[in-house]
């Protein structure tokens, strides 16, 4: 799969500026970046959602997992009609207890609504929601941007593993560049509309080739001691 | 949950709920009742009592044919009201289908019927009220089909708005990238969505049914004899005014009545949908008794047993101890619900109604908090929340908004605050500070804002800042240079710093000491250069082996911890980590662990560490 000179334009401003990038099957990309640097108008144009120019090659029914758990469920769908979406009627029954289970969810949740869940759980129905639609691609946007890091780990774990076992292919967009170094196999840093670097995970992290990504990586917080 | 239907009955229980309840109510029972009463009275001839004034057998007098005018006003009740219904309904469903049709049509045809709806609510209801009227035929029929047009128009605008908002929304993204037809996203997720408020709508837009109805009949547009309903009969009635007011001002009264009663409820309705968590005052309950031991002398600010509830049994911080001295930096970290933003908005007088915050000791800079005007403590303290935007006035330009601190708190003439304004703009690094001092905060970038807000609190002399997240919406670059700003701003004025936040790396990295906190409580304190190597609290260890950095093992799974934080109101007994906890063993769940010197400068409440 292929990003080919995709740009995005809104009125006279140019989000993403003529980015081309590699998503080999079955690897995790990770996208890192700053606010405004177009990382996210990339996700959202990659799944169709916002009109670009350029092309998207061999990605076919692309997925998206967004930030906000709380957001992107329907308050009144329960967790079973939510996951069972894009699924034909009469798979429904049998789909939805194996979707829960792939991300590590009692089947009995399916009668529950997203209220009565955690951040967690509600980002792991967002998940299976996305693989109910059998993602050639999936586009996960800061998916852990709004827990907590108590619960962060399990999501990214759950991430690695469904790449492990289902060979899905990932767009994994953060602007924390330990959680995408953790979960990608390689980097694209974004800045300003375009990828300044793309390279393997740990030669991103330990041999930056871009001052930018230098100054990314000098801005981790980290503990002393 | 109790605390939300206390809060739905206490928007039931105002007197103005209670007099729109009790009107409609009323006007529901007359118009069952009213005709099968007083129907043959209203109808019975009279010719020897033609329009009569007042009296004692005809309060509000007779018409031309003797009728009583009194019986006719409570028949009518029941014609105007069900003409009022249909007319509501008609509008609705006009509405809510004009409205929602720009969500499936194409989209140039969508354009056509949302500019269609702007203008059509441009246009003044009554004109196209009289309008549809006159076109239908008079009588009845065109009056309530006039009405519901002239509704109509609100209707379709308010279910476009609540509609386009739906249909922006993530999960209707995702729903259009799982191939879900359109129609189907607006019957499945549109619609459901935006019911409630259109059903509200619905209640609020009877009254004005109501009243255009009678404006319909009164104009004589409306509903023709022998039938009657109030409009007619101020028609009627209103001829003879100068005469008689009283055979006018009845149907007027009723018309009224049933029009305030409409509007009240559908007022309480609203209200009691959009209160989900405010709700009455609680019964003061006893705070722990004064601190019987002398204030720390070398505190700036010291917190002793901070307690903060709300109604209905939620304590979202319990019994919460802090020092502070001059110049140093505390971080107070925690995960969602820990309470640590009630914290700071308890020592900065800033709990929302209905909290209730008690404490044993609460002194900044030397004085009793509760003994400080607002003017003292806004001086002494100073508050940067994680929106910038909630302390800056979108409406003024910064340079004034931080002028008026120093015109306010310190009694500085104009120029001398302006020039001040300026100067501490400078100071905390914003660029070219003259012309930013003339713009809007839109104007400025997100990190620029909060430089602006900690300038703003370095307009007085603080002793103490509390930051609550002031950087959790920032980029991680951005971050950087605003803890180093902070950390400036301590070094040089001897303030000391609050720094609250979830991020226990940022935490580490910034402060002088880490105050963790779980479930309303301190859990464990220590020094930030501990944390790696030295933290002792089962929730504290678990909480650094959540964080990825950039040297974790990529082969290994990622520690997290398992379960969620106790919610405030279900915080049991015991240790309140213990259902998450490795170590946890009966006594645990039981028996609650108190804050134990564990070390120096360390302090631990957990049974499992041995101090
Ligand atoms: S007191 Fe018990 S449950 Fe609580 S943290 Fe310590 S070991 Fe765990």
Redesign the pocket.
């Known amino acids: 799969m292929r990003i080919e000179r995709l740009t995005v334009r809104y009125g006279g401003f140019t989000a993403v500026d003529d980015v081309t990038l590699d998503l080999p099957d079955g690897h995790v990309v990770g996208l890192v970046g700053e606010s405004g640097s177009g990382k996210s108008s990339l996700a959202r144009a990659v799944s169709g959602l916002v009109p670009y120019t350029g092309r998207v090659v061999g990605a076919p029914r692309v997925q998206m997992v967004f930030q906000d758990p709380y957001a992107s469920l329907d308050p009144r769908m329960t967790v079973g009609e939510t996951v069972g979406e894009g699924i034909a009627k009469r798979r429904r029954a049998t789909e939805v207890p194996r979707l829960l289970g792939l991300v590590h969810l009692p089947a009995e949740l399916a009668g529950r609504y997203p209220r009565e869940l955690s951040g967690g759980q509600r980002q792991r129905v967002a998940i299976a929601r996305a693989l109910g639609g059998d993602p050639g691609l999936l586009v996960a946007d800061e998916i852990t941007g709004s827990l907590d890091v108590s619960v962060q780990g399990a999501v990214l774990n759950l991430v690695r593993g469904l790449r492990d076992e289902l060979g899905l292919s990932m767009l994994f967009i953060s602007h924390n560049l330990a959680v995408v170094r953790y979960v990608a196999d390689t980097i694209a840093v974004m800045h300003h509309g375009r990828v300044v670097e793309h390279g393997p995970a740990e030669q991103v992290v330990g041999e930056p080739a871009h001052d930018y990504t230098r100054a990314l990586l000098e801005a981790v917080p980290r503990l002393r001691g | 949950m109790r605390t939300d239907s206390d809060a739905r009955d206490s928007v039931w229980r105002s007197p103005s709920a209670i007099i729109g309840g009790v009107i409609v109510a009323l006007m529901a029972v007359l118009a069952v009742v009213g005709p099968l009463i007083w129907g043959a009275t209203a109808e019975r001839v009279d010719a020897a009592a033609i329009l009569q004034g007042s009296s004692a057998a005809h309060p509000l007098g007779t018409d031309n044919l003797g009728r009583d005018l009194l019986a006719r006003v409570l028949v009518a009740g029941r014609y105007s009201l069900s003409l009022a219904l249909v007319a509501t309904l008609i509008g609705a469903a006009l509405g809510i289908l004009l409205g929602a049709l720009p969500s499936v049509l194409p989209r140039r045809a969508a354009r056509f019927v949302t500019g269609a709806v702007h203008a059509l609510v441009a246009f003044p209801g009554l004109l196209l009220a009289m309008f549809t009227a006159v076109v239908a035929g008079l009588g009845a029929r065109g009056a309530v089909l006039g009405i519901g047009v002239a509704i109509a128009p609100g209707f379709a605008r308010l279910t476009q708005t609540l509609a386009a908002s739906v249909a922006g929304s993530d999960y209707v993204a995702a729903a259009r990238m799982l191939g879900v037809p359109r129609r189907r996203v607006l019957t499945r997720h549109i619609l459901p969505n935006i019911a409630e408020p259109l059903i509200l709508n619905l209640a609020q837009s009877l009254g004005g049914a109501l009243l255009g109805l009678a404006g319909m009949s009164f104009l004589g547009l409306g509903v023709q004899p022998p039938d009657f309903d109030w409009g007619r009969l101020l028609f009627d009635g209103f001829a003879r005014i100068y005469v008689d007011p009283e055979v006018a001002l009845g149907p007027a009264a009723a018309v009224a009545l049933a029009g305030i009663g409409f509007n009240l409820l559908g007022d309480t309705l609203a209200r009691a949908a959009a209160r989900s968590s405010a709700g009455r005052h609680q019964t003061d309950r006893p705070g722990p008794p004064p601190a019987e031991d002398e204030p720390d002398q070398d505190a700036v600010l010291e917190v002793r047993d901070l307690t903060v509830s709300f109604p209905g049994g939620s304590t979202p911080v319990r019994g919460l101890s802090l020092t502070l001295a001059p110049g140093e930096i505390v971080g107070l970290v925690g995960e969602s619900g820990s309470g640590k933003s009630l914290t700071a908005a308890a020592i900065g007088g800033l709990v929302p109604y209905p909290g209730a915050v008690t404490y044993a000791r609460l002194r900044l800079a030397g004085a009793d908090v509760a003994d400080l005007t607002d003017k003292e403590l806004g001086t002494a303290l100073a508050m940067v929340f994680q929106d910038p935007m909630a302390s800056l006035n979108p409406a003024l330009r910064v340079g004034g908004q931080l002028a008026e601190v120093a015109v306010v708190h310190q009694g500085a003439s104009r120029a001398d605050a302006r020039r001040r304004a300026v100067d501490r703009l400078g100071h905390v690094r914003l660029p070219d500070p003259e012309r930013h001092a003339g713009q809007h905060p839109h104007e400025l970038s997100g990190g620029m804002r909060q430089r602006a807000v900690i300038a703003m609190g370095l307009m007085g002399t603080p002793r103490v800042v509390i930051a609550d997240e002031p950087t959790t919406a920032l980029d991680v670059t951005v971050q950087r240079q605003i803890l180093r700003l902070l950390r400036e701003v301590v070094t040089e004025t001897g303030a000391a710093l609050l720094f609250i936040s979830h991020d226990i790396a940022v935490v580490g990295e910034l402060c002088d000491r880490v105050v963790v906190m779980y479930a309303g409580r301190v859990?464990e304190e220590l020094p930030a250069d501990r944390l790696a190597a030295g933290a002792a609290?089962?929730?504290t260890r678990a909480l650094i082996a959540s964080l990825p950095d950039l040297d974790t093992d990529r082969s290994r799974p990622l520690a997290g911890i398992p379960g969620t934080q106790p919610a405030p109101a279900r915080v049991g007994p015991?240790?309140a980590?213990?259902p998450r906890?490795v170590?946890?063993?009966a006594?645990?769940h039981g028996e609650r662990?108190e804050l134990v010197v564990h070390g120096p400068r360390q302090r631990v409440?957990?049974?499992?560490?041995t101090p």
């Open positions: 859990v609290h089962p929730y015991g240790c980590f213990a906890c170590l946890a063993t006594r645990c662990p409440a957990c049974w499992e560490v």
